[in-house]
């Protein structure tokens, strides 16, 4: 599922090169990147 959002806001970045769709993929590949890192804590604990 997040795969797919990121996939989308990938694609929307492509075609339209909007000072939104820039904000929006970068605070998505934060969040993305803030998940997988709790999501490894949560692994090595």
Known sequence: MIIL????????????????V?????LLVLVL???SKFILKRVED
């Not at 959002?5 to 939104?20: G, H, M, P, Q, T």
């Not at 820039?22 to 970068?26: C, L, N, R, V």
């Open 5 to 20: 959002i990121l996939i989308d806001s990938i694609l929307a970045f492509i075609y339209s090169k909007n000072d939104y």
């Open 22 to 26: 820039i904000i929006y993929t970068t």
């Open 33 to 35: 990147l803030v998940i």
